[in-house]
């Protein structure tokens, strides 16, 4: 597989792989058809590779003995980013990146699964990252934004959806969701809104005074 690779003025988002779990082929595909720039974290780039996709920028610090350039030489035209901040994890170096470049938008993938901390990390930096540009991380079971203080968008009825705090969120309320909230405060580890769902076709209206809350879209 190839991506398609029709640039829009960096109007659409880019597609970030991580080295996480990897989600479905098909779902992989669907993503790659919208975004025009693939960044392949570099632990994930022997896999990536494997399945035949056309890689625009690695990114890393190449701590795992990866030479990157011998696995690319059949893809010379592809950026190798050498990122050796210790700091900063790929993942959120890779956001700096691509900020940099100018994309305003950026899908992310193979960022949960395999090991616990860095599911958490990932997750936790949606929230770190979300003034940067618009994320949306993407797996097999769940769509997961990080949200403003204000949010609306167009659900069907029944549509599994959860309401999950980063830090304490103060004030927050909804309307168009099975249990909707009014001025409640949600604390992680004590009190999310997990396992709502959207109440009916239409719009879920979501907003919050203060705090990191995550919006979850969940399918099993």
């Known amino acids: 597989m190839s991506s398609h690779h029709v640039v829009r003025d960096k109007q659409e988002p880019a597609l970030v792989i991580a080295n996480g779990a990897a989600c479905n082929f098909e779902l992989l595909g669907q993503l790659l058809e919208w975004s025009p720039f693939l960044l392949v974290l570099d632990g994930a780039l022997e896999r990536v590779l494997s399945m035949g996709l056309k890689v625009d920028a690695v990114l890393g610090d190449f701590d795992r003995e990866t030479n990157p350039e011998s696995l690319l030489t059949h893809q010379p035209e592809t950026e190798i980013i050498h990122t050796p901040n210790q700091a900063k994890c790929d993942l959120e170096k890779g956001i700096d990146f691509l900020v940099e470049r100018g994309f305003n938008a950026a899908?992310?993938?193979?960022?949960?699964?395999?090991?616990?901390?860095?599911?958490?990390?990932?997750?936790?930096?949606?929230?770190?990252?979300?003034?940067?540009?618009?994320?949306?991380?993407?797996?097999?079971?769940?769509?997961?934004?990080?949200?403003?203080?204000?949010?609306?968008?167009?659900?069907?009825?029944?549509?599994?959806?959860?309401?999950?705090?980063?830090?304490?969120?103060?004030?927050?309320?909804?309307?168009?969701?099975?249990?909707?909230?009014?001025?409640?405060?949600?604390?992680?580890?004590?009190?999310?809104?997990?396992?709502?769902?959207?109440?009916?076709?239409?719009?879920?209206?979501?907003?919050?005074?203060?705090?990191?809350?995550?919006?979850?879209?969940?399918?099993?």
Not at 119 to 124: A, P, R, S
């Open 107 to 220: 899908n992310i993938v193979w960022a949960t699964g395999r090991r616990a901390d860095h599911t958490l990390n990932n997750i936790g930096l949606l929230a770190k990252l979300k003034t940067k540009l618009d994320l949306v991380m993407i797996d097999d079971h769940s769509r997961i934004y990080p949200l403003r203080p204000d949010f609306e968008k167009w659900y069907v009825k029944g549509t599994p959806l959860s309401l999950m705090p980063i830090t304490q969120v103060e004030g927050v309320n909804t309307r168009g969701l099975k249990y909707d909230l009014s001025n409640d405060t949600l604390i992680p580890g004590h009190r999310s809104s997990s396992s709502n769902e959207a109440a009916a076709d239409g719009f879920v209206k979501i907003s919050h005074n203060s705090g990191d809350l995550l919006l979850m879209e969940c399918w099993d």
